[in-house]
């Protein structure tokens, strides 16, 4: 629905990623409030929240947190940015941008939102891209489209989720649980398909 949205309904897409913002404020609400609605709401940590999206999820994450403090790390993944984030941007919080390696998300490329937004990203921040991937490599779309037959990326869609896994994974484990990550200071042999940028 959020597509065609934008695609269709000529919806400014920053009215989507302010509605999915919406959204998580109230599960945050609703989770870690006063009276949470889980059984086990207990279980979440407060002080250790973290979000990330893909596509127009990615956006919303920026979005989110400027809405919302409690976001404390956000990611986004092969999205375009909606939202202008102010000159004081997430208010140091860390933000990883991982996309696909092609004329989109390249550094100048033609996504020109990931280059208009990184100066404001203000806290730890990372620009990566990977080779062979398409717009749903970030996503489970990997995983479908091998099981349907359907066009993909050249990444294989175990890799795909592999790569994925890893680096999200890794910058959610540096920011939320303090644990360092030698994986996010640069290239490295286990992962040759990625590419950090320094614009």
């Known amino acids: 629905m959020a597509c065609k949205a934008l695609d269709e309904d000529g919806v400014h897409g920053s009215v989507v990623t302010g509605a999915r913002a919406a959204d998580m404020r109230f599960l945050l609400d609703r989770l870690t409030g006063p009276r949470p609605v889980w059984t086990y709401a207990g279980a979440i940590d407060r002080s250790r929240i973290g979000m990330a999206g893909h596509s127009i999820g990615g956006a919303a994450a920026a979005t989110a947190m400027l809405a919302d403090r409690r976001i ?24 990883l941008l991982l996309g696909t390696d092609d004329e989109t998300h390249r550094p100048g490329g033609l996504d020109a939102t990931w280059d208009t937004t990184w100066p404001a990203l203000g806290g730890w921040k990372r620009w990566l891209t990977v080779a062979g991937t398409d717009h749903f490599s970030f996503s489970d779309g990997p995983v479908l489209q091998r099981h349907f037959g359907l066009p993909a990326g050249d990444i294989p869609a175990d890799r795909a989720l592999a790569v994925t896994r890893a680096y999200v994974g890794a910058f959610f484990d540096r920011h939320l649980r303090g644990t360092p990550q030698p994986l996010l200071a640069g290239p490295g042999p286990l992962h040759p398909e990625v590419r950090f940028h320094r614009p």
């Open 72 to 95: 404390d790390a956000g990611v986004n993944m092969d999205g375009a940015f909606w939202d202008t984030l102010p000159a004081k941007g997430l208010g140091g919080r860390p933000f």
